[in-house]
């Protein structure tokens, strides 16, 4: 690992860049342009957002580098709709988007320029070349497939440009000794080849005793135009990251602060967990002439994970926490999680009259291929009454001990493969009925197979399914600045897992309804979408009230709310940027948690998913001492929210503010400043269980430096 940091460092020096445009819009020309390679974006088409029915929000590079955002799961907080889920000790991005995640044991699913990047376990996802995150609201099965029916994020990434040559380069250095260097460096080889070479490095200590991290990454891009209508493009991911696997801070009787949010409950000793990513991507489109295009892909990526960790034992009669008020019995475990997923397809898009009818059409199909392995193994303490210091691997919460006696050895629990495999079909017509009236209608068939390999013993299920999910919109543009729209979709996800009877668990399905309005003013320099939604999803796993142990689908959930969306620039060139959401999501079945098979009642809400969720942040350049200025603050606020299914536990809402700025120094180097939780909030960003509670971080600043060329 050591020379792979020396390689990595010597290539951050070696090829600066991170990319920032210049305050006067000079410099380095991808902050402003969307197009970087010609390769336009699969399944969605290309339609002006006025024209599209249904909700659509964009983070962009400029907010990712104003606020020093690193990892992708602080990015989404920009977006109220967005809500943080049990982030598996801070070993994945979790999320749920308009009140729904996905399969808590899983991270969650996300797109990388349109390929699956979510699935498998390759760590956080850092935001070294992204050049925006797009969040599609709503169900999208009817042109990606699978899904969650709150909503899809995509990552744009950065990729090679034709005829240009540019780079530059950031160091940064903040609280708690955390060090980081980007990378960024394009090569134009005339009007046929691009390279573009970006690289990240990491080390950081944490406000959690004992937690640090390092991470790193390289992440090209190679273009080449093989004639004047046709462009191929490879990207490669590589990354590594080791860190402490760390649950967090727990409470007492359902109350929070009874230990600082600085305490770490685990063992220094397990050593960090090593996740690594291995990802290619290769896609190639032809333009036919200037109203069709085909557009073909393939994505290659293995993940893994593995390492030790202690955590809380969350089974009441195991936990001596509940006698004595400061014992805290522990598991240890030991994950070794690896995965590959395969993803091949092709699209073609074109825009054509019919009957003096106007049409834009996408139609296309893919084939899908995932393995997911998981060798996890672990020790419990026993019965509470009668544990001891060393059986119980007992940490005193209130004067913690770390190695005070030897780790106990871990036993096996489960040796699992889980093997998906899909193929699907899809088309969708929008179809201008006026100058201002259009429908969307389409829809996509999807063939799935599950096949799940418990490897101690030899016992294998398997399950099929076939489903068809349609989707329907209209859009009217009112006037040349506003448009109203509505649309309804429906949804599908694979359960992974058997019941007592050994059957594959059939799919999670979904519904969903939305309308509103979107705006566009001052010539697009401020643009914002209001909408309504309902989301209905059934067949969600719960606990078989016959069958201790076991699940069957038999859950059903809504999720309904109210979003303002609003980014862009107002006149006098003040940058805004404004997110609120109200999400009511609840139960909508009697049943028990799947987890501790406790009561679920019909009405109560779903867990991490506040009611109100409010993201706003205003900027503006300046010219000061014949220098330019950028300022910028911004205010978080999450209400309260459930913080363990099935209880009354509650973590509390908090309110955050930032501060950023930046000056540039010289034509090419800028010095830059943030300040995160100025007021040195104490909150708590998700949890699991009572035992099992994320601590956000306190006051925390850096200051870097950024050189272009």
């Not at 996802?125 to 709150?150: H, M, S, T, Y």
């Not at 950031?170 to 060090?179: E, V």
Request: avoid cysteine.
């Amino acid at each position: 690992m050591r020379t792979s940091l020396v390689a990595v460092m010597a290539m951050l020096l070696a090829a600066p860049a991170y990319a920032q445009a210049a305050p006067d819009g000079q410099g380095d020309p991808q902050a402003s342009d969307v197009v970087v390679s010609g390769i336009r974006p699969a399944y969605l088409g290309e339609f002006s957002e006025l024209e599209t029915p249904r909700a659509f929000a964009t983070i962009d590079q400029r907010t990712l580098e104003d606020n020093v955002i690193l990892r992708l799961t602080d990015a989404l907080d920009f977006n109220a709709s967005i809500a943080r889920q049990n982030n598996f000790g801070g070993l994945w991005d979790s999320f749920a988007v308009r009140g729904f995640a996905g399969d808590e044991n899983l991270p969650s699913g996300y797109l990388v320029n349109g390929f699956n990047g979510g699935r498998g376990f390759g760590g956080p996802r850092d935001v070294a070349g992204v050049e925006r995150i797009e969040i599609l609201k709503g169900p999208n099965a009817a042109l990606f497939g699978r899904g969650e029916p709150g909503g899809t994020v995509n990552i744009v990434t950065k990729r090679a440009r034709f005829d240009r040559t540019f780079g530059t380069a950031s160091g940064l250095y903040g609280s708690f000794d955390r060090a980081r260097g980007d990378a960024d460096v394009n090569v134009g080889i005339g009007k046929a080849v691009a390279v573009r070479l970006i690289g990240f490095y990491e080390s950081a200590d944490s406000f959690r005793e004992t937690v640090n991290s390092e991470r790193y990454g390289f992440l090209p891009s190679f273009s080449v135009r093989l004639g004047d209508a046709t462009t191929l493009t490879y990207d490669l991911e590589l990354t590594r990251s080791a860190t402490d696997f760390d649950r967090g801070v727990l409470a007492i009787n359902g109350v929070l602060g009874t230990i600082p949010r600085s305490r770490f409950l685990g063992e220094p000793g397990d050593g960090p967990l090593r996740a690594t990513v291995n990802g290619h991507q290769l896609q190639l489109q032809h333009d036919l002439n200037e109203k069709w295009s085909v557009l073909l892909g393939a994505s290659y990526r293995e993940t893994s994970l593995e390492g030790f960790s202690t955590e809380a034992e969350l089974t009441r009669s195991r936990q001596r926490l509940f006698i004595d008020g400061r014992s805290l019995s522990r598991q240890r475990r030991f994950r070794d999680y690896d995965a590959e997923h395969f993803v091949v397809r092709g699209e073609v898009s074109g825009d054509f009259t019919l009957g003096g009818v106007r049409n834009r059409i996408l139609a296309g199909g893919d084939y899908d291929s995932f393995d997911n392995g998981q060798l996890f193994l672990r020790f419990r303490p026993p019965a509470a009454a009668g544990q001891t210091l060393v059986s119980g691997n007992i940490i005193d919460i209130r004067n913690p001990v770390y190695g005070q006696f030897p780790l106990p050895a871990v036993g096996p629990q489960t040796d699992r493969l889980d093997t998906q495999r899909a193929y699907g079909f899809y088309v969708q017509d929008q179809i201008s009925l006026t100058d201002t009236l259009q429908i969307r209608l389409g829809g996509r068939y999807d063939d799935f197979s599950l096949r799940t390999l418990n490897r101690a013993n030899g016992i294998a299920q398997s399950r099929a399914a076939s489903r068809l999910s349609p989707q329907a919109g209209i859009v009217w543009r009112a006037t040349p600045w506003l448009s109203l729209f509505v649309a309804y979709g429906e949804g599908f996800r694979s359960n992974i897992g058997a019941d007592v009877t050994g059957r594959v668990f059939d799919p999670e399905t979904s519904k969903s309804i939305e309308g509103g309005a979107k705006l566009s003013l001052f010539d697009g320099a401020l643009n914002g979408t209001f909408s309504v939604f309902s989301l209905r999803r059934d067949n969600v796993l719960v606990a078989d009230p016959a069958n201790p142990g076991f699940s069957v689908p038999l859950g059903r959930a809504g999720s309904d709310g109210v979003e303002l969306d609003i980014n862009g620039q107002l006149p006098g060139k003040v940058d805004v940027l404004l997110s609120y959401a109200y999400v009511d999501a609840r139960a909508q079945a009697d049943v028990l948690d799947p987890n501790f098979a406790l009561p679920i009642r019909v009405g109560d809400p779903l867990i991490n998913i506040p009611r109100h969720s409010l993201n706003a942040q205003i900027s503006k350049d300046f010219r000061i001492a014949a220098r330019t200025w950028r300022l910028g603050a911004g205010v978080q606020h999450v209400s309260d929210r459930l913080g363990e299914t099935a209880t009354t536990f509650t973590l509390p809402a908090y309110t955050l503010v930032r501060l950023f700025g930046n000056v540039q120094l010289t034509e090419n180097v800028a010095l830059t400043g943030e300040v995160k939780n100025l007021f040195d909030v104490t909150y708590y960003t998700n949890s699991f269980a009572a035992l099992w509670v994320a601590p956000g971080a306190p006051r925390t600043g850096s200051v870097g430096v950024r050189v272009r060329f």
